[in-house]
Every structure is written in structure tokens, then in C-alpha cells.
């Protein structure tokens, strides 16, 4: 059964760190990009960031570029979003989710990523 599961979400005061991780199991992440996605409430879901496992390529919205960062463990097949400076408008339900990296673009665009975990929730407030 090919799954993602992610962890690591949490409450956390303004300028404060989080880090997520997304585990895959039942599949190898090797041929897939993963993308982490959020969706705070009234607004529509959008993308953060994405890593193309094989060869960590990584690609951020604007809103978090310097902010968060991407990595992989690839003995692991694990994707780990490192936040940092959170803001309050980073609060959302974040979720991870994959699709075959080739080929590859539009890396943002939610209808072409085939598996999506259940998401965790971040929290930034004071």
C-alpha cells in the first residue's frame, strides 16, 4: 500500500522553527518529486516547496524562499521541511504529497501529484 505520512507539525511562537517530515512507505521515492502543500482556513490550498528526490532539487514559493528548506534521506525515503521565522500567516494544515519527477514542471500545481498524506497542522501564534 503506497502511503505518506507526515509529522512533525505543532504550535509554535512567531519566529520560532519547525520541522516536518513526510515518510514513504510501500514505494521507492527515487523516481518522484514531492511536494509539500498548505491550506489555512477560508483560503484554497497552495504550494510551498518541492524536492525532486533523485537529485534534490528543490523549488520554493516566494512567501517562504530563505525561510524553509527542503532535504532528503534517501536511506530513509523521507522528505524534511525545515521551517524557520515562521510567521502567523504561515498557520495552515500542511500536507506532503508525490509525483513522478519526469517529466517534470509546474511543480506547484496540485492536480498533477498522484499520492497526498493527511496532512498536520502548524500553528504560529503567541
Known amino acids: 500500500q503506497l502511503q505518506l505520512v507526515e509529522s512533525g507539525g505543532g504550535l509554535v511562537q512567531p519566529g520560532g522553527s519547525l520541522r516536518l517530515s513526510c515518510a514513504a512507505s510501500?514505494?521507492?521515492?527515487?523516481?518522484?518529486?514531492i511536494g509539500w502543500f498548505r491550506q489555512a482556513p477560508g483560503k484554497e490550498r497552495e504550494g510551498v516547496s518541492c524536492i525532486i528526490f533523485s537529485d534534490g532539487s528543490t523549488y520554493y514559493a516566494n512567501s517562504v524562499k530563505g525561510r524553509f528548506t527542503m532535504s532528503r534521506d534517501n536511506a530513509k525515503n523521507t522528505v524534511y521541511l525545515q521551517m524557520n521565522s515562521l510567521k502567523p500567516e504561515d498557520t495552515a494544515v500542511y500536507y506532503c504529497a508525490a509525483r513522478w519527477s519526469s517529466p517534470f514542471s509546474r511543480w506547484s500545481q496540485e492536480t498533477l501529484y498522484n499520492y497526498w498524506g493527511q496532512g498536520t497542522q502548524v500553528t504560529v501564534s503567541s
Open positions: 510501500g514505494f521507492s521515492l527515487d523516481y518522484y518529486a
